[in-house]
């Protein structure tokens, strides 16, 4: 069995389909519905752009190759629409072979009891992510009654006609508040309106950051924005790292107790204060290079302007 048109369609707008290479939270080369090279069906690499048909075979593709067959296994004579919300979740979770609401359904329980079931799957790191809240309602109801969102008949409007930035995945009033918060962070000024977020703001972060320049946020904006709030938290830590390692290595003849618990060196012979210090200053050196290789792509959006050739080629890894 294959998941229709319409369970793609919905796929689709809830991944977000990227049409240009970019990389995830945490590095890793990603294109189309959020495929990745272990997808199987392709690499994505830098400057990788595809078209919206070639997007769409792709995931047919990664469909029957990674999920198709084991959602079939899972729920042996599904109806479609049972088939095609079954793998919408197994897509975003993985989880078909051992899902309470799996076995529920197989039994034939009610249909509260498998929207419950269905509805446990809603964290994320940890706490409860309201999109996760709202995907696993809505493959409820494509399961259950064969009841679709209404906005995947919503005709495409194009960014030029609106002076608001489009969401191309479906997002709550927090999540909003929370990318809205974040360009104001980086240094892009979404608006004062807390319903939107200005286009003009969202191509000016697309271009710096070498993205599609679309106005559209999804996945690919995301992420970026996601990656390059991580590399300041994390630049903060290891400036941190750096300090302290550097005033282990000054060796100063009185040396009070670190209340914050690190090991007290005052009493050490010069000769061990200094390389113990000149360790610490290493490996705090090594730590920051490795994050500096790490979010190379946020570094190159940093010097794009002044030198465009080197941030090119931090973008071609």
Do not use: C
């Not at 629409?81 to 009610?110: C, L, P, Q, Y």
């Not at 320049?213 to 996601?226: E, F, H, N, P, Y």
């Not at 794009?304 to 890894?317: D, E, H, Y």
């Amino acid at each position: 069995m294959q998941t229709s048109p319409k369970g793609i369609a919905f796929l689709d707008s809830r991944e977000g389909v990227v049409l240009k290479a970019y990389r995830d939270p945490v590095g890793v080369w990603t294109i189309g519905s959020g495929l990745t090279a272990a997808s199987g069906v392709i690499k994505p690499k830098a400057g990788m752009t595809i078209s919206r048909d070639q997007a769409r075979d792709l995931l047919a593709s990664a469909l029957r190759r990674n999920y198709e067959p084991a959602v079939e296994k899972a729920m042996p004579a599904a109806r479609q629409n049972e088939f095609d919300g079954a793998v919408s979740f197994h897509f975003n979770t993985g989880a078909i072979g051992r899902a309470s609401w799996v076995k529920a359904w197989k039994n034939g329980a009610k249909a509260a009891v498998i929207r419950a079931g269905l509805g446990q799957w809603k964290k994320g790191g940890g706490k409860v992510l309201p999109g996760l809240v709202r995907r696993r309602d809505e493959e409820a109801d494509i399961i259950l009654i064969d009841r679709w969102p209404s906005d995947l008949n919503a005709p495409d409007m194009t960014a030029a006609s609106r002076r608001y930035a489009i969401l191309v995945v479906s997002l709550s009033v927090e999540e909003i508040a929370a990318i809205r918060e974040g360009l104001r962070t980086v240094g892009f000024d979404p608006g004062n309106e807390a319903a939107g977020i200005l286009r003009a703001p969202v191509e000016a972060f697309q271009k710096t950051y070498g993205l599609t320049v679309d106005g559209k946020i999804g996945r690919a904006t995301l992420s970026t924005l996601q990656r390059e709030l991580d590399a300041r938290s994390a630049a903060k830590k290891g400036t941190g790292g750096v300090v302290v390692g550097g005033g282990g290595a000054a060796g100063t003849e009185a040396i009070a107790p670190d209340p914050t618990g690190a090991p007290d060196i005052s009493g050490l012979p010069a000769d061990a204060v200094f390389w113990t210090g000149t360790g610490i200053a290493v490996l705090a050196a090594l730590y920051l290079a490795w994050r500096a290789w790490h979010y190379r792509d946020m570094i190159a959006a940093r010097i794009q302007t002044r030198t465009p050739r080197l941030a090119a080629w931090l973008r071609s890894f």
